[in-house]
Every structure is written in C-alpha cells, then in structure tokens.
T-cell receptor, first 115, second 118 residues
C-alpha cells in the first residue's frame, strides 16, 4: 500500500522567511512518482513538480526548491523568501509507475504567510 | 500545459435531486479521467477512474449507483450525483490524462465544482 504523510498540518510564517514543507512517503515499488501541488483558496490545484524515483537530483525553480532523498523516503519542499501569495494548502502526492497510476495524496499543509 | 474544464463551478440543489458535473479536456484527448472528492480542510480522495468507452472503476466505499460516471468520449466525462443529500456536499475535482501522460502519470486537474445540497 502507498502512503503519504505530511506531518505539518499548519504553518504560519512572516513574509520573507524561508519555510520547508515536509513529505514522507511509503511504497514498495521501485518505480514511482512524487508530486507537489498548490491549492489556493480558489480551490484549483496548481501543479508544481513531478519527480520519478530514479531521479534524486534536487531541483530549484525560482524561490521553490525540492529535496528528494530516497534513503529517508522524503520529498521536502522549501520556499525561500516567502510571500503572501504563497499562502495556500500544499499537497504532496505519490503514484506508482507503469500502468497503475492512482495518485495518493497526503493530508496537506496549510501555509499562511503573514505580511 | 493542457487545460481541463469543469461545469458548473458551483451548484446548490435541494435534497433528493440529481446533479450532473461535466469534465472536459479542451486541447487533448483524455484516455483516462479521474474523479476526486474533497471535504472541507481535508485531502483529495479518489472516487473513481474512468477510461473512455468502458465502465468506471470505483474506489472502495464509493457507491457506484449513487455516483454515476460516464466517459462517452475522449474529451468528456460526467459525474452524476443521484438523489443528493447534505452529506454529499463537497468539492468535486476531476483530472484527465492523455496518451502521452501514461508513462509518467501526468494528470491535468480541472478547477473543481463546489456542490451544496440543502
């Protein structure tokens, strides 16, 4: 069975602070995909990143960065110099590779960035 | 990226009525569409997976006779909530995956439909 744990239910920071959202996953598959999505108050899911299990390189995109560590089954997401517009719920998700493609979502982390 | 639309974006109905929600892939052919439900302050839970031209596969605990899913074409899937009750009030989100996304499970999400049953 697959499982995604986002232990942080809510995080509150002040603008310009760095913040890391944790994601720990469980799977018995050797091939799998990890995702992060942002859900602002409007409700629409915004895709942020997809990483396959064979690519452990960290990725940086502007103020966003991701740290994938298979040794600890973690796929953490860091926002540098946070802004008020970053306030949203962030979901980490996992899917199997190949033809079995269901997405298993974590419970989400509500990030509030205060001015 | 590919665009997925949902209609309506918001619906309020009386208890006992049926509500149909449409999910359309606007610029690609969706071989597979997924329907999720999200209760307030909770995560997305997969309800069912539908492939064009075949019956939907429902997740455990989801009543297939209550949540009717039709995927009649490669660009349209519909979810009908039959005899809706207040406990069916939720945010319903669809996603679509095209042929090119099958290997890496690239899904494109719709904007969601907020259903309120009075």
């Amino acid at each position: 069975a697959q499982k995604v744990t986002q232990a942080q239910t809510e995080i509150s920071v002040v603008e310009k602070e760095d913040v890391t959202l944790d994601c720990v996953y469980e799977t018995r598959d050797t091939t799998y995909y990890l995702f992060w999505y942002k859900q602002p108050p409007s409700g629409e899911l915004v895709f942020l990143i997809r990483r396959n299990s064979f690519d452990e390189q960290n990725e940086i995109s502007g103020r966003y960065s991701w740290n994938f560590q298979k040794s600890t089954s973690s796929f953490n997401f860091t926002i540098t110099a946070s802004q008020v517009v970053d306030s949203a719920v962030y979901f980490c998700a996992l899917s199997r590779g190949g033809s079995n493609y269901k997405l298993t979502f974590g419970k989400g982390t509500l990030l509030t960035v205060n001015p | 990226g590919a665009v997925v639309s949902q209609h309506p974006s918001r619906v309020i109905c009386k208890s006992g009525t049926s509500v149909k929600i449409e999910c359309r892939s606007l610029d690609f052919q969706a071989t597979t569409m997924f329907w999720y439900r999200q209760f307030p302050k909770q995560s997305l839970m997969l309800m069912a997976t539908s492939n064009e031209g075949s019956k939907a596969t429902y997740e455990q605990g989801v009543e297939k006779d209550k949540f009717l899913i039709n995927h009649a074409s490669l660009t349209l899937s519909t979810l009908t909530v039959t005899s809706a009750h207040p406990e069916d009030s939720s945010f319903y989100i669809c996603s679509a995956r095209g042929i090119l996304g099958e290997e890496n499970n690239e899904q494109f999400f719709g904007p969601g439909t907020r259903l309120t049953v009075l």
